[in-house]
């Protein structure tokens, strides 16, 4: 069983860093050797301490800093495996084989962009000995840098939250909290407050959604640099009635739960969304823009419309929030194909990349 040392640098709490804390609590689980070097303070290590998982934080970390390059190296003199899940954390790991030889290093990629710079690309690609790619659609974009050593994994969904948080009883509690009536259709877009999800497309959907349906409330559960420019055209369109920013919540499932749809309307980089997913497996449906990895986890069911394209946006959450007896129909037909996106299908998965790096870790994969 290979001894693993995973590493993710950032401070803030993204779908990236859910992922990473998924992997390495399930391996631990599996009886693997995992352990997870964090930003000491950041979100992941504060998620991780709340949720009694094993973390190890460092003081620093970041790309070319002596100090953090030297603390990774002393915590993966002993392992076989590190495993890289940003750029910053690929450099650390580079630097720590440069003394530590025996050490194979793992890439997980999790967006679809090119990293920035040939020469970037060049150095990170040569200093990887195996990629992870949660879609199909960054496998080939990795293949296109001539990348040939990878595996497809697709990412997880928090099961034991989600099951938690739909049991909760708090529907109530949350709409008091927020203003909404009991009778108020909910359209919500989960995700940070970047310009690559899409808010302002929503945005300029809302006045057509909210003639037809004028009791709509919209939601907005997260948080980001964007926050006062959306808040600002919400109120230029003379629609802030009707939209909710809610910041970062840890109860986001709860929010999704009050939903009569979720929007994805994602203007690039999405590899694998798990929002996307986690309302699948609520059974909300889902109005998601037509990027191959969208596609690729609706397989069929929810709307996927053009990226960017207003009219048809608002046309399909207007068609969903008319016509309530189709809303089940899309549940039904998500929750069906929900297996694959367990927590322990993914470590079985990731530890099957890890396979020809480490000692063999079939015996571990067969347990799952």
């Known amino acids: 069983m290979p001894s693993v040392v995973h590493i993710d640098t950032s401070r803030t709490w993204r779908g990236g860093q ?28 504060l998620r991780c301490e709340d949720s009694a998982v094993l973390v190890e ?61 040939a020469f970037a690309r060049r150095w990170k690609f040569r200093h990887v000995d195996r990629w992870i790619a949660v879609s199909s659609e960054i496998a080939e974009m990795l293949r296109g840098e001539g990348v040939d050593e990878l595996r497809i994994v697709p990412s997880a969904v928090d099961i034991e939250d989600l099951q938690r948080q739909a049991a909760d009883d708090s529907a109530d509690r949350l709409r008091s909290e927020f203003g909404i009536g009991n009778g108020s259709p909910v359209v919500g ?55 909710r920013f809610t910041g970062f919540r840890r109860d986001a499932l709860s929010l999704m ?9 994602s ?16 059974g909300r449906p889902v109005v ?3 990027l191959p990895g969208n596609i690729e986890v609706l397989e069929g069911a929810g709307v996927a419309i053009p990226v960017s394209d207003v009219a048809p946006l608002a046309d399909a959450i207007v068609t969903l929030l008319q016509n309530s007896k189709c809303r ?11 297996r694959k996106w367990f927590p322990c299908t993914m470590a079985a998965g990731v530890l099957g990349a890890y396979d020809g790096l480490g000692r063999s870790v079939a015996t571990v994969s067969e347990t799952i």
């Open 18 to 45: 859910l992922q990473v804390f998924l992997l390495h609590r399930e391996l631990l689980r599996l009886g693997v050797e995992s352990r997870l070097l964090v930003r000491r303070g950041g979100a992941l290590h």
């Open 57 to 117: 934080p460092v003081p620093v970390l970041r790309m070319w800093h002596p100090p953090s390059v030297l603390a990774v190296w002393r915590k993966t003199l002993r392992s076989q495996i590190v495993h890289a899940h940003d750029s910053h954390a690929v450099a650390l790991a580079a630097a720590a084989r440069s003394v530590n030889p025996h050490l194979a290093v793992v890439g997980h990629r999790r967006v679809a962009y090119r990293p920035i710079g």
């Open 189 to 243: 877009l989960i995700g940070a407050l970047a310009p690559q999800k899409g808010h302002e497309a929503l945005i300029r959907a809302a006045p057509s959604i909210l003639a037809a349906v004028p009791d709509t409330v919209f939601l907005f559960v997260g948080e980001g640099r964007l926050r006062r420019r959306l808040q600002g055209r919400v109120r230029q369109l003379g629609i802030e009635g009707a939209f």
């Open 257 to 265: 739960g009050l939903c009569s749809v979720i929007a994805a309307p």
């Open 267 to 282: 203007l690039d980089g999405e590899g694998s969304s798990a929002v996307i997913k986690e309302a699948m497996m609520l």
């Open 288 to 290: 998601a823009s037509d």
């Open 328 to 338: 089940p129909e899309f549940g039904a037909i998500h929750r069906d194909r929900c």
